[in-house]
């Protein structure tokens, strides 16, 4: 491990706060995509107290780290990472409703929440319906569809700062953009966020629930591994559009396959972390060379140097 803070030390600080910490715990098991080599150590706190206890402990070590959500947004190469991994899987997956608006912890999951929103008569989250991500990954990224956005009815956030202070945040105007948060700027780990519905009929938002699976299962390749959207769209326009004119719909490097269905989506039939990867590149470098258009990756890549 690259990082300064002693293995000891921190194995012992995560047993002391009851924290599951797993060595050497290979990534591909924690993503969508299913590729990628291990961590060194991969923490799972439970509690919003033991997740910032960890945090401190990192910090005072100067020591990098990285965050998982659901595990649905992160590519990881097959040599792994050189840093720690908390994962906010085991954070409370909780939802309590306060009037208008639903609390919900990082690690409930965002079909799940646009469900019990529905149930209680909440509209507003129903174009994530079929978002395979957690509250947590969901608001840091501010994920959207069908030019909505989750960051649209956060309200509040409860985060961890990268100093290890549990924080509670209301976003002002600038604070959500497209794929971008004050959540990512500012490093936090969200531990739970407060949504606003508006309320209405149960059946008429679950109707609309239904369009949005329907557009989705109809355009995308639900039944496969993947990690959504590969590309962020290009102002104005739509990255699998692009890719799709250029014909590179099933294009492949080893198991990693450019979906037939949504050309901005790559399939795991069975290929590595360095299928993917490449994949993903030559994808981009089409895109310039043919297109003129420079993507810039809606995913995060998890690589280190070795
Ligand atoms: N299109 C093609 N060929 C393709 C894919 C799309 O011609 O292979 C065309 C479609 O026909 C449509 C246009 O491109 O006219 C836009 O397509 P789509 O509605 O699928 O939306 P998108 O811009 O490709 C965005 C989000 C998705 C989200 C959908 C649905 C990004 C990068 N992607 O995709 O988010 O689900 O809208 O609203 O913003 C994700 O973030 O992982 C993701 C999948």
């Not at 100067?62 to 840093?83: C, K």
């Not at 529905?118 to 079929?130: I, N, Q, V, Y």
């Not at 604070?175 to 009929?201: K, Q, T």
Request: some cysteine.
């Amino acid at each position: 491990m690259r990082a300064d803070v002693s293995e000891r030390t921190l194995q012992q600080a995560a047993a002391e706060l009851g924290v599951e910490c797993r060595v050497n715990e290979p990534l591909g098991l924690h993503t969508t995509m299913g590729v990628g080599g291990p961590a060194p150590f991969l923490l799972l706190p439970k509690d919003a107290a033991s997740l910032a206890a960890i945090v401190r402990e990192l910090a005072s070590s100067g020591a990098r780290y990285r965050v998982l959500g659901a595990g649905s947004n992160v590519i990881v190469a097959d040599e792994g990472v050189a840093t720690p991994v908390i994962s906010c899987a085991r954070l409370a997956a909780v939802m309590t409703r306060e009037g208008d608006r639903v609390r919900a912890g990082a690690g409930v999951l965002v079909p799940r929440l646009t469900r019990e929103m529905a149930t209680w008569g909440l509209s507003g989250m129903e174009f994530a319906e079929g978002i395979p991500g957690s509250v947590g990954g969901c608001v840091r990224m501010n994920a959207g569809a069908g030019g909505r956005w989750i960051g649209d009815l956060v309200k509040e956030v409860v985060a961890v700062t990268p100093a290890g202070d549990l924080v509670r945040r209301v976003p002002g105007p600038d604070d959500f953009g497209y794929r971008r948060s004050f959540v990512a700027r500012e490093g936090l780990i969200v531990v739970a966020a407060v949504f606003e519905g508006r309320p209405e009929d149960p059946a008429t938002i679950r109707e609309r629930m239904r369009d949005s699976r329907a557009y989705r299962l109809a355009t995308q390749p639900l039944s496969e591994r993947s990690s959504g959207c590969i590309f962020k769209n290009p102002e104005g326009g739509s990255a699998g559009e692009v890719l799709d004119r250029l014909g590179l719909k099933g294009l492949s490097v080893g198991g990693a396959v450019l979906s037939d269905v949504h050309a901005n989506f790559i399939v795991n039939r069975g290929g590595t972390g360095a299928d993917v990867l490449a994949l993903a590149e030559r994808v981009k470098q089409e895109a310039l060379d043919r297109a003129g258009v420079a993507l810039s990756f809606e995913v995060e890549i998890w690589r280190d140097a070795p």
